[in-house]
């Protein structure tokens, strides 16, 4: 079999993280993982969603070498009016950041405008920081920080697709 | 189901499933290292491959009889490249959350060139010129 890539979320002041492969990345009013609808945690107008910390995971590199070139973006068809999401992805100058408690505050490190299309290149880094890095059995990519800030006119919330890319090496 | 065994390490294997796709390499010599070998029951990593005395490589769908092959016929200076593309797609804000498609990629490069084959999930085919 091919090997095993979860997305994993990070929560709380201790780490608590959750496999959100096959469940959701809602953003919401509480610093939760798999939130489980629109209506629940609501951000509301003019505020900020609490930050989501996510990294990639080798569950199980199975019959597989390793993975690479791990990529983050968002689909333009859904931000309502001038919300914006912030991230912290990038393909030139990337330096890793150490996980801290997710916060509603404007993020400070989740603070590039999230890529509109697929990146050429990759924009999650592995190891210490590097974007060439690969990932073996059992290893995490850096961490991604995302924050969903909210325009003062934003009246009900919307939808979007972000997607995860990886390319696998078996 | 055909199950095909892997050894990362001696005496200890794991099972490899079929891939929808999977590769073939011959050699000049008249040999080949296939990725799912039916004679031996034996799975095979792309970087068992031997470069340096490949003649051709292919591409084959599990229902060959069905799909034609792909070939790169391969040049002594061509890096042959394979991987899978992976995609995790989240509908934030829905009900419906993920998705995940698989992107068979191929091909080379050297010379200045780099050319990607990528098989999609519908089986189709695209190819790119870096």
Redesign the interface.
């Known amino acids: 079999m091919a090997a095993d890539v979860n997305i994993v979320e990070s929560n709380g002041a201790g780490e608590d993280l959750t496999d959100i492969t096959s469940g959701n990345l809602n953003m919401g009013s509480g610093d939760y993982a798999n939130i489980t609808s629109s209506a629940t945690l609501p951000i509301t107008a003019d505020a900020n969603g609490y930050e989501k910390w996510v990294r990639f995971k080798v569950e199980d590199i199975s019959t597989s070498d390793h993975i690479k070139t791990m990529k983050v973006w968002m689909s333009t068809d859904g931000l309502t009016g001038s919300d914006v999401m912030m991230i912290y992805a990038t393909e030139s100058g990337y330096a890793s950041k150490a996980y801290a408690q997710p916060t509603a505050d404007d993020s400070t490190v989740a603070t590039y405008f999230i890529a509109e299309s697929e990146p050429t290149g990759a924009n999650v880094a592995g190891g210490a920081g590097s974007l060439t890095a690969t990932l073996g059995d059992g290893e995490y990519s850096n961490y991604i920080p995302i924050q969903l800030q909210v325009d003062a006119g934003t009246a009900e919330g919307g939808s979007f697709t972000i997607s995860f890319k990886y390319e696998e090496v078996a | 189901m055909t199950v095909y065994k892997?050894y990362?390490e001696p005496g200890k294997y794991?099972?490899?499933?079929p891939?929808r796709w999977r590769w073939e390499a011959y050699y000049t010599d008249g040999t080949s290292l296939k990725?799912f070998d039916d004679s031996t029951g034996l799975?095979h990593?792309?970087?068992e491959i031997d470069q340096g005395k490949l003649d051709r490589f292919v591409m084959r769908h599990e229902k060959s009889y069905l799909v034609p092959p792909i070939t790169l016929k391969f040049k002594p200076w061509m890096k042959l490249i394979?991987?899978?593309?992976?995609?995790?797609?989240?509908?934030?804000?829905?009900?419906i959350?993920?998705k995940g498609t698989?992107v068979y990629?191929f091909g080379y490069e050297g010379n200045g060139n780099k050319m990607i084959v990528r098989i999609l999930p519908d089986d189709t085919i695209e190819v790119e010129a870096k």
Do not use: L, P, W
């Not at chain 2, 794991?14 to 499933?17: F, G, L, S, T, V």
């Open positions: 892997f990362r794991i099972e490899a499933k891939e990725q799975y990593q792309f970087r394979h991987y899978y593309e992976n995609t995790v797609s989240y509908s934030v804000g829905m009900d959350q993920t698989k990629c």
